[in-house]
């Protein structure tokens, strides 16, 4: 156990995020089509609350990226040369190991037999992809924004206006003019399981609740984020009855545009901010919490990328899908998913028990050299 030193709210949100992620993905790889029936109420339930993972996944990253980067210097913003340097190194990461997951290995020894097919999944814009660009745009705000309140602002605007523009993008043809590398960030058409709008909002709205915390006091800022979320979620699910109406009556619920309309959005949003403000409430009658919490969120890109090779295969790996191609029951997708997420919590700890020999060796070298 580890004293509460620290957000232990934005521990617990990532470290959620990350085993939701994690179980979403594995019963999805393995499940038997059979089971997987629209008109099951069982199915379409766990398909609706799955729909909420990448979402919150996406809103930690915001506002955790917020809260590590931004500092406040007397009322100016400022994000230090060490933690710009860090951040842009991260993104270039999220963004190559987005590409690298889907690399047709074929391209480095026989480029003319990579098919159609396979530099399509390429070009696909997935979760890491939508994230690094997010971020991109949260730095360059934070960089050029120096007073909390207008960083706030930008962040808000921002997430609005990725909301309002994905209808508009979503019917245009991009593929008639435009390069597949680049209309796969805009149009589920593509393939694209997330799309830039309006999956950017979320990290957006993340990045705003970070900037409304920057420089408000450790022993508060858990219940005023906490509060805040609560705020935000019933707003988010007022707006959702108002145009969940308008959404239903003109666009079928099977057409790929609803999923750009603001309806389903704004309640997935609702419901992300409802679970994390429940989740913050907790946090704070908690007076420790399990080291396992900030280690996952540490090390989330990395338990991130490792699941996903051990679920759907790599470019140098078969993964569960491959190795299960027909699926199997329920129960046992449930059981590789729990095996799954722990291999990925053993996988952390032993990172962390070598992260933690290194600093005592690192110190026993400097206390010889001392003496």
């Known amino acids: 156990m580890q004293n509460k030193n620290r957000l232990v709210l934005l521990d617990m949100l990532r470290a959620i995020g990350v085993m939701l992620m994690i179980e979403g993905h594995t019963v999805d790889a393995v499940l038997s089509p059979v089971y997987k029936d629209g008109a099951s109420v069982i ?5 609706f609350f799955r729909g909420l993972t990448a979402p919150f996944f996406f809103f930690s990253a915001g506002l955790a990226f917020v809260v590590a980067t931004v500092k406040d210097d007397g009322g100016f913003l400022r994000v230090t040369s060490k933690a710009r340097f860090r951040r842009i190194r991260r993104i270039v990461a999220l963004l190559s190991l ?5 690399f047709p290995l074929q391209l480095l020894y026989n480029p003319s037999d990579v098919t159609y097919g396979e530099w399509k999944i390429f070009y696909l814009a997935d979760a890491l992809q939508i994230i690094s660009l997010s971020l991109l745009v949260i730095l360059v705000v934070a960089l050029v924004v120096k007073r909390k309140e207008t960083l706030l602002r930008s962040y808000v605007i921002a997430a609005f206006l990725s909301l309002a523009i994905a209808p508009i993008t979503e019917p245009i043809s991009w593929e008639k003019f435009m390069s597949p590398f680049i209309y796969s960030y805009l149009t589920y058409r593509s ?14 709205a993340g990045a705003a609740f970070g900037a409304a915390a920057i420089s408000l006091p450790a022993d508060i800022r858990a219940f005023s984020l906490s509060r805040n979320f609560m705020k935000a979620s019933v707003i988010s699910l007022v707006l959702f009855l108002v145009f969940f109406p308008i959404q239903f009556a003109f666009v079928s619920p099977y057409d790929v545009y609803w999923k750009a309309l603001p309806a389903v959005n704004l309640l997935r949003f609702g419901l992300v901010t409802l679970v994390a403000s429940a989740v913050g409430y907790i946090s704070l009658r908690i007076n420790s919490f399990p080291r396992i919490l ?16 051990i679920v759907y295969g790599s470019p140098v790996n078969l993964g569960l899908a491959q190795l299960i191609p027909g699926g199997t029951h329920p129960v046992v997708a449930i059981a590789l998913a729990a095996g799954v997420m722990s291999l990925m919590i053993g996988m952390v ?6 992260r933690s020999r290194r600093r005592r ?11």
Do not use: C, D, N, R
């Open 43 to 47: 199915f379409q339930f766990w398909t």
């Open 98 to 102: 987005g590409y690298l997951l889907h």
């Open 191 to 204: 393939g694209s399981f997330f799309t830039f709008f309006p999956f950017s909002a979320y990290l957006f």
């Open 294 to 309: 900030p280690a996952i969120g540490k090390s989330s890109l990395t338990v991130y990328v490792v699941h996903l090779m």
């Open 349 to 354: 700890y032993g990172i962390e028990a070598y």
């Open 361 to 371: 060796f690192a110190s026993a070298t400097v206390g010889e050299i001392a003496k």
